[in-house]
T-cell receptor, first 112, second 114 residues
Framework: QKEVEQDPGPLSVPEGAIVSLNCTYS??????FMWYRQYSRKGPELLMY????GNKEDGRFTAQVDKSSKYISLFIRDSQPSDSATYLCAMSSNSGYSTLTFGKGTMLLVSP | EAQVTQNPRYLITVTGKKLTVTCSQNMNHEYMSWYRQDPGLGLRQIYYSMNVEVTDKGDVPEGYKVSRKEKRNFPLILESPSPNQTSLYFCASSLSGRGRYEQYFGPGTRLTVT
């Protein structure tokens, strides 16, 4: 079983739709959860950051963590064509110098 | 402007010809890392460095070398490139090696080995 699983997509939605992106993981030690956005031909950039369980909202974006189910989600409300990108989840534990473990990314396409 | 820079951005080379991809950050970050990104395989870590003169292997280190002589620079060296090293390479840096810190990525270097 891979440590972090993420559906590669592509996920195609019309402009204005609510988008749900998800990752599952197997390592119960993960405490820090991040979502990176990567536009075509660019490096990933941090979009959302959550510690432990719960929700975090930032504008049109909401990150959810359910540690009991080992499941994290990113919701995008009122999606825009400019949201078209690949979204990578990333996570790490709190023990020592653990590095980030990335999902493979989900490609999102928002059509006008 | 806080940033990670990589050079070159695009490189086409031939099998066996040594090359170096440079990476520099201006944020005084301790931690730096190299990844390769391939379709269907996602980001895979090649090497990382916790601080000056401290480097360690990531998930796919074979065929690569690194050095960290200065805090700001972390070059990636391919001593004898092979076609299976054709990939998109990213350098990243972070305040600390602890995974909870955001990693800042460079713009990427697209390498083709023929």
């Amino acid at each position: 079983q891979k440590e972090v699983e993420q559906d590669p997509g592509p996920l195609s939605v019309p402009e204005g739709a609510i988008v749900s992106l998800n990752c599952t993981y197997s390592n119960s030690a993960f405490q820090y959860f991040m979502w990176y956005r990567q536009y075509s031909r660019k490096g990933p950039e941090l979009l959302m950051y959550t510690y432990s369980s719960g929700n975090k909202e930032d504008g049109r974006f909401t990150a959810q963590v359910d540690k009991s189910s080992k499941y994290i989600s990113l919701f995008i409300r009122d999606s825009q064509p400019s949201d078209s990108a690949t979204y990578l989840c990333a996570m790490s534990s709190n023990s020592g110098y653990s590095t980030l473990t990335f999902g493979k990314g989900t490609m999102l396409l928002v059509s006008p | 402007e806080a940033q990670v820079t990589q050079n070159p951005r695009y490189l086409i080379t031939v099998t066996g010809k040594k090359l170096t991809v440079t990476c520099s950050q201006n944020m005084n970050h301790e931690y730096m890392s190299w990844y390769r990104q391939d379709p269907g395989l996602g980001l895979r870590q090649i090497y990382y460095s916790m601080n000056v003169e401290v480097t360690d292997k990531g998930d796919v280190p074979e065929g690569y070398k690194v050095s960290r002589k200065e805090k700001r620079n972390f070059p990636l060296i391919l001593e004898s490139p092979s076609p299976n090293q054709t990939s998109l390479y990213f350098c990243a840096s972070s305040l600390s090696g602890r995974g909870r810190y955001e990693q800042y990525f460079g713009p990427g270097t697209r390498l083709t080995v023929t």
